[in-house]
């Protein structure tokens, strides 16, 4: 009598990593499987400060404010804001832990990107560090200088850049974060917002968890028939699952977008409780216009 494969033993599952070599379909469908179980837990509804303001107003203090920063090239102004940002997300009662996350991510990004702007054969300066001196190397048909230094220009431009980055990435999330994605694309719409890029985003949002459902799904069907290790076959069917899902999101994506149409959609979003602007509304959107005009004063 033979043995049962692994996968079919009691108290094992397709998913379960019974080996340390994981196929790329057995980690695809574990992180799609992950991903359905954040979107499938309801986030709490946002409260604090940021959540009671109208949405306009945060659309607008925040464009502001992400204007105002690119504006500012004093560093120790964008670190102020910066940690003003995290000071806000604490005051209105947001989930801190992601934002940390942003906090850690966004800046290591932007420096690994701005490394080259250190050097001196990109921005010329007071030399602060020598990485070689004297040395004649070659790649293949690139000659390398023979002194290579990192200068105070140069690391006072990266960070500038990545306070920046930094900072206009935390005002972003801070309004998404703060705002119930209805509420939001109607802030974006009453602004201006051309109807075609709010519906995209309203549908993008609605519709991002079925589409993770059915690549979960297509994972998962391939798992239950595939016995044994198959590395070539994981991948082939991983490329050829990409371009079946993105002919169903196109299928989906246009019959959704004939039902809503057929059914009176315009592309303008409406609420119940459509909000009105009160004093507070008035107060941070006059603040935020205020820093815009500082900024550009100051520039």
């Excluded at 033993?9 to 019974?18: E, I, K, N, Q």
């Excluded at 030399?127 to 070659?138: G, Y």
């Excluded at 939001?184 to 109807?195: A, C, E, H, N, T």
């Amino acid at each position: 009598m033979t043995a049962l494969p692994a996968w079919l033993r009691p108290g094992t599952s397709p998913l379960a990593p019974h080996r340390p070599g994981r196929s790329h379909l057995r980690r695809g469908a574990e992180a799609l499987a992950a991903r359905l179980g954040a979107l499938a837990r309801p986030a709490p509804p946002p409260s604090g400060f940021l959540a009671a303001l109208d949405p306009r107003a945060k659309v607008i203090g925040g464009l502001c404010l992400i204007v105002a920063a690119t504006l500012t090239g004093q560093p120790l102004v964008l670190a102020l804001g910066y940690t003003g940002c995290l000071l806000l997300a604490a005051w209105s009662r947001l989930p801190l832990r992601r934002f940390l996350a942003l906090w850690l991510a966004v800046p290591l990004f932007s420096a690994v990107v701005m490394l080259p702007a250190t050097l001196d054969v990109v921005t010329p300066g007071h030399p602060l560090l020598v990485l070689w001196h004297d040395a004649a190397w070659r790649i293949g048909a690139w000659r390398l200088p023979s002194a290579l230094t990192v200068t105070d220009a140069g690391l006072l431009a990266a960070g500038r850049m990545v306070l920046r980055t930094a900072l206009c990435a935390s005002l972003a999330w801070l309004v998404a974060a703060s705002t119930p994605p209805v509420r939001l694309f109607y802030g974006l719409r009453v602004l201006g917002v051309p109807s075609a890029f709010v519906m995209t985003l309203a549908l993008m949002h609605r519709y991002l968890a079925v589409l993770v459902q059915a690549a979960h799904d297509l994972h998962l069907a391939r798992l239950s028939r595939t016995v044994g290790p198959s590395p070539g076959g994981a991948l082939a069917f991983v490329a050829a699952g990409v371009g079946s899902l993105f002919r169903r999101t196109h299928s989906l994506g246009r019959s959704v977008c004939l039902a809503m149409l057929s059914r009176g959609y315009r592309g303008e979003v409406r609420l119940l409780d459509a909000p009105r602007w009160q004093a507070q509304d008035w107060l941070a959107s006059l603040t935020c216009c205020l820093a815009l005009a500082a900024a550009w004063w100051w520039r």
